[in-house]
């Protein structure tokens, strides 16, 4: 049996319209991943990833607790302003040879000048280099960045340089151990104290063949990005800041006695810890702002911290030697952090339920990289935390692109109106108030409040445009959110002043809007006495206002060409309240003045606690029907909410 006629294909060109068709939707669907990761490459080569980790490092290091530097056989001899006072700067030799006596007398098994003495001072100069090349306790410092040499005759066995490692940022966290392959005399002056003190040079010894264990720094180690980890550097370990035994020159010189065991078998700094002369660090402790304050440290206190740390290696087990990951590892974690993000955006049905899940996931790697920072182990948190939160909000970007279209589309339109609040209240209400696009036009029984600033022209010759607007706007910053506070819409700035309408689009009920215009207004009397007190204070001129608040039927509705939309609200009641703001303007007796008309007044709850003045029935300009106004002098509850001045509870 024959078949039947086969089914015509689609003519090659269509088909390949069709393919091309859904490459470019694929294509189009990829664009947030490529903007994500393109976003991601800016970022991890840019310094605000390493920022961001090192943020993290000095909050974590200044909550933790540290040990105090008593611990240690270290003692500090600051040369602070008291010294300065008493001895001049810079200080003589004599001076310090004979302080250097004393601690020698006094049973130091080493000591070092972290001053530099290249050049003698006083005419005592011999005196100190005759002792530090004989007294083998002696250690001179000396700088390799700006080329400052060691005490002259100091033998290359007790001579230490004393350069600081300081992050880009000005904060010291690192510390240079050791170089090795230099010759004698460059070794750090923590390490050359801690050879001279003990006698044994074991631990330069390891440095030098490469055994001692780390972990040594390495250019993406923890959170820093190519990082310049020449020698053997580690993350100082802080002792409390302060807590090293601290005596001044003249303590040492006999104005106050030492305790000998602060002295004998210690290892005794002395440098300067007067601020003025600005050898001061700033450090982790220091930097954080969420941590205590602390004061800058001085540099004798920095090697003083270094020269801890370095003892503390000899121990077994070091629990506060920092840790760090690998580079490689640190990738790795990034690029699985990227991976359960898109997952995570991805996976599950609810776009709310995936931004709980994904919020969950960096809540805990925070929490972790916290809790394993705060035990001493380092690991850089700021690529694995974007990673995550941008390829998932990558993901929510492809699946919400529908809804966000229509989204945008629809604040567009609303956004053209004058108060960004029409946008914010209406978007859960669209269906039933747009139409085509559109606010379809409604009647509307609104209260309208217009206001006007008085005698503009004159203020305005007085000061410059910027002052002018400057001004301008400091009572408009108080009046519009007293206005919105209460539910009110800000429809239009009239130049130096505006109009407001409560209960268009949205209303509280008439009642509710009346009340609520009538205790913005109020709201606004009391912002225009207190921002007057502070003109006058400021010698600027004092600021008038006139108010007109009336309650009537408008026509509201989206207004203009598809360029230009606009929520407007057009009719009497706007016509009445602008009459009213303008109404005989020679009878305003306050800076305040606000008149309400009988339309608003006769809706007001009854027994409100407010003094009024009656004008009367008064023709205005375009109304045929004569208006009974009545002028709001103020709330007669002086104790009033500043949320409701009408308030009528108890």
Known sequence: MANGPARASPPKSVRDRLRLGRLADGARSLVPYGAAALLLLALQRSPINETL????????????????????????????????????????????????DRLDAGGAVAIGLDIYRDQGVGPDQGCLRERFRSNPRLVSIFNVAEAIGAVPGTPPERRGFNDLVVDPDGIM?????????????????PLRLLEVGTGQRNLRQRLDRGTEPGPWLEPESGGYEALDAAGFQQMLSFHRLGSFHLWSLQDVLGRRPIPSDQIRGHIVLIGSTAPSLRDLFSVPQT????????????????????????????????????RTLPGWLERTAEV?????????????????????????????????????????????????????????????????????KQRQQIERLLGQTTSPAVARQLWNQRDGLLSDGRFEGRLLPVTVLMSDTCQFTSVSERLSPGELLAWLNRGMALFVPAITRRGGMVNKFTGDGLLAVFGAP???????????????????????????Q????????????????????????????????????IGDAVNCASRLESLQKERQT?????????????????????????????????????????????????????????????
């Open 53 to 100: 980790n090192l943020l993290l490092y000095d909050l974590i290091t200044s909550l933790r607790a540290a040990p105090p530097g008593t611990d240690r056989p270290i003692t500090i001899v600051g040369i602070d302003e008291s010294d300065l006072a008493t001895y001049g700067f810079p200080i003589d030799d004599k001076v310090l040879c004979e302080a250097i």
């Open 173 to 189: 966290r690192r510390d240079l151990v050791h170089v090795a392959g230099q010759d004698e005399a460059t070794v750090s002056l």
């Open 287 to 322: 930097r954080s702002s969420l941590g205590a304050r602390q004061r800058l440290v001085p540099g004798v206190e920095i090697h003083a911290h270094r020269l801890a740390a370095l003892m503390e290696r000899d121990r077994a087990s070091d629990p506060r030697r920092l």
């Open 336 to 404: 699985l952090a990227v991976v359960l993000g898109l997952l995570l955006g991805e996976a599950f049905l609810l776009l709310r339920r995936s931004v709980i899940v994904v919020g969950l996931v960096a809540g805990l790697m925070v929490g972790g990289a916290v809790a394993l920072l705060h035990n001493f182990v380092w690991v850089g948190l700021s690529m694995p935390l974007i990673g995550l939160i941008t390829m998932a909000g990558a993901a929510w970007l492809r699946r919400g692109a529908s809804s966000q």
């Open 506 to 532: 949205l209303s509280s009920g008439l009642e509710a809007d009346a009340k609520a215009a009538v205790d913005a207004a109020l709201a606004i009397q009391r912002d225009v006495a207190r921002l007057n």
């Open 534 to 569: 502070e003109l006058e204070q400021e010698g600027l001129p004092a600021m008038g206002l006139r108010i007109g608040v009336h309650s009537g039927a408008v026509l509201a509705g989206s207004m203009g060409s598809t360029e230009r939309l606009e929520y407007a609200v």
């Open 590 to 650: 306050n800076l305040c003045r606000v008149l309400v008309s009988s339309s608003t007044r006769d809706l007001l709850p009854a027994g409100l606690p407010l003094e009024w003045l009656d004008w009367g029935s008064i023709a205005v300009k375009g109304r045929a029907e004569r208006l009974r106004i009545w002028e709001l002098r103020g709330s007669l509850r002086r104790d009033s909410a500043p949320e409701s001045a009408l308030a009528t509870g108890p």
